[in-house]
């Protein structure tokens, strides 16, 4: 029996590069990912894709929130443009960037949807990265201005909040050189970037709190969560060890990187010898900096089965994928928040969930999506099993409410609720949006 709180959250997301457009309008700043699709002619992204305009949201938010209200939504995660506020990432403030999120905000409420901000989700102002981006300590102390700023801005209005977005992707593009801002580090540069987006995340988050001090305060990490290839005891407990191990896979992409310092003050005893290297010149005072989080935000797209022995299992052959070719295994709904909620103890909010279908308009006019519908069907029953275990879960932010930009990839992949159009900017609200406006009319309940 599919069951959530009375007081679940249930809302969508999108970010503030994949979605705005208006890239140099009304005195914002450059940040990478312009520098990344603009720089040799957009060569880093598919098709030369950029989001000079994306879903031109910068100018058709109102539309969009009557769209968000059509179909029920309750909350809606953005993402702050940096440079938009401060262009060049800690100096003058532009007050036209302050005046579009207040009225942003402003509209959301008056719209009975609650604003949900997150502070970085990848687009770094450019200046900032010419003094060295994330591998520079000092740009803790310019989060933490601009994260003073933007809690005095929605003073009394705003109440969730998310410092950083994805830690291991924007190491990525510190490491790997596949997003912004496009760089190849050796690793001991990379563990000295999250220690950077530690104590910026900390630094946030006593900001805002200095603010709003009965505002809720999370970060959203990403990396592998592990589900038990069979549900057993045994594999339940191989996964549980395995989501945690920083010698499964990429050390980079696990949650133990992120939280168990701000949770714990310490990394995990798996750590690579890169990371061990690093923990043992890190002060006392740098731990003592350290900010718990009020929740954690998780970003579900797939899971990685694991036997008893905590061993990964083999996807089948003919196994579903998405459009973007990802597997689909809901039962990491389950498992990852259960698991995260049982290491550190704290409140979780799924703050990305859906998937890209290659998604049409139909002859009559409309986007069908049946896909779209089993796969969050799938994945909520599976996250109302988290609940009924006892995993509090605050809420599900669907990824996401609009088409839009999705990074090295273009606008190759369709993840949106309503359908965009980019040659028109027309909105199409897809089948599924219907079908998730009926799930949060029912507080999930159409699901049985």
């Known amino acids: 029996m599919v069951q959530f709180p009375s007081d679940f959250i249930w809302g969508a997301a999108c970010a503030a590069y994949q979605c705005e457009g208006a890239w140099d309008a009304d005195g914002k700043g450059p940040n990478i990912w312009d520098d990344f699709c603009h ?13 000079d305009v994306a879903c031109d949201s910068y100018h058709r938010y109102r539309e969009d929130i009557a769209l968000m209200k059509a179909h029920n939504i309750r909350a809606y995660r953005f993402s702050i443009s940096w440079a938009r506020v401060i262009p060049d990432g800690d100096g003058e403030v532009n007050e036209a960037g302050l005046r579009y999120y207040s009225d942003l905000v402003d509209a959301l409420i008056e719209n009975g949807i609650e ?4 502070l970085f989700h990848w687009d770094l102002p450019s200046a900032l990265q010419r003094k060295g981006g994330w591998q520079n300590r000092d740009i803790v102390k310019a989060f933490e201005r601009y994260a003073t700023l933007i809690a005095e801005l929605f003073k009394g209005r705003v109440k969730q909040y998310m410092t950083i977005n994805e830690p291991p992707c924007v190491v990525l593009g510190y490491r790997v050189g596949v997003l912004a801002p496009g760089l190849k580090l050796p690793d001991e540069e990379c563990i000295r970037i999250f220690h950077n987006m530690l104590l910026a995340h ?6 805002i709190k200095a603010v709003e001090p009965d505002a809720r305060v999370g970060i959203v990490p990403c990396g592998k969560l592990c589900y038990p290839e069979t549900d057993t005891p045994e594999n339940r407990e191989a996964a549980y060890r395995a989501t945690f191990d920083m010698g499964h896979g990429d050390w980079t992409f696990t949650y133990s990187t992120l939280l168990d310092p701000l949770v714990f003050r310490r990394y995990d005893e798996s750590a690579p010898e890169v990371v061990r290297r690093f923990a043992a010149t890190i002060p006392d005072s740098d731990w003592a900096l350290m900010e718990k989080p009020d929740f954690i935000g998780i970003n579900v797209y797939e899971g990685e089965p694991v036997d008893g022995a905590g061993n990964t299992v083999k996807h089948p052959v003919g196994m579903p994928l998405t459009a973007c070719k990802w597997p689909i295994t809901p039962r990491v709904m389950h498992y ?40 969050l069907t799938r994945y909520l029953t599976e996250l109302s099993k988290a609940v009924e275990e006892g995993t509090p879960v605050l809420g599900y932010l669907q990824w996401s409410i609009l088409d839009n930009f999705e990074w090295a990839s273009g606008y190759d992949e369709r ?34």
């Open 202 to 207: 900390s630094a946030g988050m006593r900001a």
């Open 415 to 448: 993840f949106g609720l309503i359908y965009v159009d980019y040659a028109t900017q027309q909105r199409i609200p897809k089948d599924s949006a219907r079908w998730y406006a009926k799930v949060i009319e029912t507080n999930g309940a159409c699901l049985n």
């Open 115 to 118: 604003p949900m901000v997150t």
């Open 39 to 51: 720089e040799l002619k957009g060569h880093h992204v598919r098709n030369n894709d950029n989001g």
């Open 336 to 375: 990852g928040p259960t698991n995260v909620y049982r290491r550190y103890g704290l409140p979780v909010m799924i703050t990305e969930n859906g998937l890209s279908c290659n998604d049409i308009v139909f002859l009559d006019g409309q986007v069908h999506d049946p896909k779209r519908i089993d796969f």
